[in-house]
């Protein structure tokens, strides 16, 4: 059984990024842009208290629903779209493969 994933990551430049992200650390999506040197601050380290690992999911994956918290957030981010989502909220899971997302802008 494959390990890893495949994730289209455009970055802040407009640059697109293909990178592998193991399903079997537990790791976020904004851990594995971070891992990458793809720009995504992290502030508060993955708790959902800031909004600076904002990402547009722009692929068509069945994604788990947000929580409260995300929700929260995302309510106080700037340049919010509709298909907006905390990176640090998300999961690696094998359900992933082929996302595509672009961060937002800072």
Request: with cysteine.
């Amino acid at each position: 059984m494959n390990k890893d994933i495949q994730i289209s990551i455009i970055d802040r430049n407009g640059k697109t990024h293909l990178v592998l992200a193991p399903i079997d650390m537990n790791f976020n999506l904004m851990e594995i842009c971070k891992l990458n040197n793809i720009s995504v601050q992290g502030t508060c380290g993955g708790m959902a208290m800031c909004s600076s690992c904002q990402c547009y999911i722009i692929s068509d994956h069945e994604l788990p629903k947000k929580n409260d918290d995300e929700i929260a957030m995302l309510s106080e981010a700037l340049y919010l779209r509709e298909n907006s989502r905390l990176g640090c909220q998300l999961r690696i899971t094998s359900k992933l493969e082929g996302l595509k997302i672009e961060i937002a802008p800072d």
